[in-house]
């Protein structure tokens, strides 16, 4: 029975058994009082004087050594027989006392219910059964030396059976008390696993997110919000000393919340955010909700959705494009090779066929990006490989263009498809050479393999010695149907910079004197010497 005894493993339980130990420490000292100044000869008409005074104090020492031998105890063990000893202790100061006129049997009540809040099922029982035994019991003993009233027995069963109610009554509370507490422990876990969940989404965000106060001191920012404005931390700082042009956006859209914010330009990131805001009122605290959007990938987002749809459009309608364009190059051929067209007339048909070869292209291009697959990386060593892609362009190329080949010293190796890298390269070298060619009679393209001294992966710069690339067609350069050659499509760079991307390597064009630099930055690269 005694396994059934709870211990004590939590906070409250802790504080139930100090005010238990307070209790009965309190008690003892009253009685040792009431016995010093011989109020008890007044008050108590049965009792007998010695018995009383020396049970008093033996109440309590014995708590005082309770107290402090068993001030923090957790065994059920321990407990069952703390609450046991004060009932006995109690029982024979009812005794001592003369039974059910001293009003101890109020105070053995007490005891019972607090040593059932310590206490479970039938081991609290069992307390509150020791206590009714001993008051009736020891009531009916007494009948045998002093006289009793049948209104004595009455108040013995009385208080035998407020012993038993009390003990019932007190579990059942504490089994509430413990439901409640359980479901408020579990509701509490949910509670936190929702907010690391929403902490986690939030910070995952692409979009970035920040909290402002009614003094515009930032309460919460997420990762993608500090990479947008270029911080490290922005909790608790005023975000006025960091981004006036927020807070210029801020203070126009509390103006007039129905118009929509202008962008903000973070000159140092070279990125440009499109903010919008909405008013958090929580009582008599105003906070804002601020989200930043990079307008430069909501532009790629709306290109990617354009190009998919260009290129669904084109997969159906290529058969019938085609067919007609391939009698029309057809025919202008065989118009070509009459003998009796004059100069002019087949300089009209070269234009038909030059025209209807862009044409196929164009085709060509988008059918392409909307048959993509997948990469397949494999691990290629970039020194044997460039060598290989350089000795076959020359050998496929005209005699008057010239690739030269610079590679640092070592050995590089990356992740990359290789069948993509060859189109990316492709694309890059046609264009370099057709911008050499603009201004030098034989083209020249170079092609450097080193190691990037920031990132240390291994980057390949493709430069010529054209004409270079203006600042305003630079912004432009990586955009679908940009081109600055009326025979280009406008295609090239920008399916080499996606092809880059789904091979986790960065396709950049580096401005230079002299010419254009197109630099690609590999991943999973290293270095062997």
């Known amino acids: 029975m005694i396994a059934e005894a709870t211990s004590i493993g939590n906070k409250q339980a802790q504080r139930l058994l100090r005010l238990y130990h307070l209790y009965r ?10 016995i010093s100044s011989n109020m008890d000869n007044q008050l108590l008409t049965f ?10 104090w033996l109440y309590l020492v014995l708590n005082i050594l309770l ?4 001030e923090n105890t957790r065994h059920p063990a321990q407990l069952f027989g703390l609450a046991l ?3 006995l202790l109690l029982c024979g100061l009812f005794y001592a006392a003369g039974g059910v006129a001293s009003a101890i049997g109020n105070l053995l009540i007490v005891s019972v219910a607090i040593g059932n809040t310590l206490l479970r099922g039938r081991i609290g029982l069992l307390i509150a059964a020791v206590g009714a035994l001993g008051i009736v019991g020891l009531s009916f003993l007494l009948s045998f030396s002093h006289p009793v009233s049948p209104n004595d027995y009455l108040q013995a069963g009385t208080l035998g059976a407020l012993c038993f109610a009390a003990a019932l009554l007190v579990q059942g509370l504490i089994r509430r008390l413990e439901d409640s507490e359980h479901l408020a422990q579990q509701r509490a876990s949910e509670v936190i696993g929702l907010e690391a969940l929403n902490a986690l989404i939030l910070q995952r965000m692409r979009t970035g997110i920040l909290v402002l106060d009614d003094q515009r001191r930032v309460q919460l920012a997420n990762h993608s919000a500090l990479t947008l404005l270029g911080q490290d931390t922005l909790n608790g700082q005023l975000i006025d000393d960091y981004s006036p042009l927020l807070v210029e956006r801020l203070q126009l859209w509390l103006n007039n919340p129905t118009l929509r ?4 330009k973070i000159a140092a990131l070279g990125l440009e955010l499109q903010p919008s805001f909405i008013a958090l009122d929580q009582g008599s605290h105003h906070q804002t909700l601020v989200f930043l959007e990079d307008l430069a990938q909501i532009a790629q987002q709306a290109q990617q959705l354009k190009l998919a749809a260009l290129g669904r459009l084109t997969a159906g309608i290529a058969h019938e494009i085609r067919n007609p364009l391939g009698a029309i190059s057809h025919a202008a051929q065989l118009l070509q090779e009459s003998e009796e067209l004059n100069g002019a007339d087949r300089r009209l048909t070269q234009i038909i066929q030059d025209h209807s070869q862009r044409m196929n292209r164009v085709i060509e291009n988008v059918l392409q990006l909307s048959r993509r697959q997948q990469s397949a990386p494999q691990r290629l060593d970039l020194h044997a490989w460039l060598e290989q892609f350089v000795e076959e362009a020359a050998e496929h190329g005209g005699e008057r263009q010239q690739i030269h080949l610079h590679i640092s010293s070592g050995h590089f190796s990356t992740l990359m498809d290789p069948n993509q890298l060859t189109q ?10 057709r911008h050499s060619a603009l201004i030098h009679h034989r083209p020249e393209v170079w092609l450097e393999l080193f190691i990037d001294p920031d990132s240390q992966l291994p980057a390949l710069e493709v430069l010529d010695n054209g004409p270079g690339v203006t600042a305003d067609q630079q912004v ?12 280009g499509t406008g295609l090239g760079l920008y399916l080499s910079r996606e092809l880059c991307e789904s091979n986790q390597a ?3 064009f580096k401005p230079r004197q002299g010419g254009g630099c197109f630099r690609i930055t590999f991943a999973h690269g290293r270095k062997q010497s």
């Open 424 to 433: 990316i390269l492709d694309n890059l070298l046609r264009n370099a050479l």
């Open 47 to 56: 009792a007998n004087n010695d018995l009383l005074r020396s049970g008093s």
């Open 25 to 34: 420490l309190s008690i003892g000292i009253t009685l040792v009082l009431l």
């Open 85 to 87: 000893t004060d009932v």
């Open 67 to 70: 107290v402090v031998f068993l």
């Open 261 to 264: 914010p202008q962008g903000l």
């Open 506 to 508: 960065r396709l950049d």
């Open 476 to 487: 432009h350069l990586f955009e679908p149907f940009f081109t600055t050659s009326s025979q």
